[in-house]
């Protein structure tokens, strides 16, 4: 993330961080793309409507001196995901169906069904208690037919949309990125119509 903002800036981005939007209507730019995935509530209508965002949980441990994951896993259909850093730490996510309802939320804290579920599994993967030295929530977006919506807003000239990656952004993110990015430039891919907002959006609306 840092080369990148830093290849942007290097390119002549504006970054600015700790400013929140409150409203399109405070931006100046002839082209605005939405790339907030869960957090961008209240910014559009529709999009509250179609992109509904979920709260995941994670555990770190301190670093451990065996080896036990050569690369990351993911079990029950992708709910539970985890890796061993190469300093030996694991890195633990997952168990939000043990609370469905209650992770469907924007509140980034930890709740004690999950952390509990969590350590739980971890005593599983490793055998003993190893010492959690993280504990932390994130926020994603979830769509109704698990996909995001990347490309123009309908009725919205110049409002572009990339978000809803539902939990799998750290690979769709990127790559939908790179989609969007080249469409405001006028290169569309044929690929943007698999994630047509208009998809979602009609339905919301």
Same mark, same amino acid.
């Given at each position: 993330?840092?080369?990148?903002?830093a290849?942007?800036?290097?390119?002549?981005?504006?970054?600015?961080?700790?400013?929140?939007?409150?409203?399109?209507?405070?931006? *100046?730019a002839?082209? $605005? /793309?939405?790339?907030?995935?869960? &957090?961008g509530r209240?910014l559009?209508?529709?999009? #509250? %409507?179609?992109?509904?965002?979920?709260?995941?949980?994670v555990?770190?441990?301190?670093p451990?001196?065996?080896r036990?994951?050569?690369?990351?896993?993911?079990?029950?259909?992708g709910f539970?995901?985890?890796q061993?850093?190469? *300093?030996?730490?694991? $890195? /633990?996510?997952?168990?939000?169906? &043990?609370s469905i309802?209650?992770?469907?939320?924007? #509140? %980034?804290?930890?709740?004690?069904?999950?952390?509990e579920?969590?350590?739980?599994?971890l005593?599983?993967l490793?055998?003993?208690?190893?010492?959690?030295?993280?504990?932390?929530?994130?926020?994603?977006?979830?769509?109704?037919?698990?996909?995001?919506? $990347?490309?123009?807003?309908?009725a919205?000239?110049?409002?572009?949309?990339?978000?809803?990656?539902?939990?799998?952004?750290?690979?769709l993110?990127?790559?939908?990125?790179?989609?969007?990015?080249?469409?405001?430039?006028?290169?569309?891919?044929?690929q943007?119509?698999?994630?047509?907002?208009?998809?979602l959006?009609?339905?919301?609306?």
């Open positions: 993330m840092r080369r990148l903002a290849a942007a800036a290097e390119a002549g981005a504006d970054i600015r961080e700790h400013s929140r939007v409150e409203s399109l209507d405070e931006l *100046d002839d082209q $605005v /793309l939405i790339a907030t995935d869960g &957090y209240g559009l209508p529709e999009l #509250d %409507e179609a992109v509904w965002p979920a709260r995941g949980q555990v770190a441990t301190d451990l001196a065996e036990l994951f050569e690369c990351p896993h993911y079990a029950r259909q539970d995901y985890w061993q850093l190469t *300093d030996g730490r694991i $890195v /633990l996510g997952g168990f939000r169906d &043990y309802m209650a992770e469907l939320t924007d #509140d %980034e804290v930890t709740t004690p069904v999950i952390q579920a969590l350590t739980g599994f005593r599983e490793v055998g003993y208690d190893p010492p959690i030295a993280y504990r932390w929530a994130g926020i994603f977006g979830l769509t109704q037919d698990m996909l995001p919506l $990347v490309g123009r807003v309908p919205h000239e110049g409002v572009w949309v990339a978000a809803g990656y539902s939990g799998h952004g750290n690979v993110g990127l790559a939908c990125g790179e989609l969007v990015g080249a469409a405001i430039l006028g290169r569309e891919d044929s943007l119509d698999l994630f047509e907002p208009a998809r959006l009609r339905l919301a609306g």
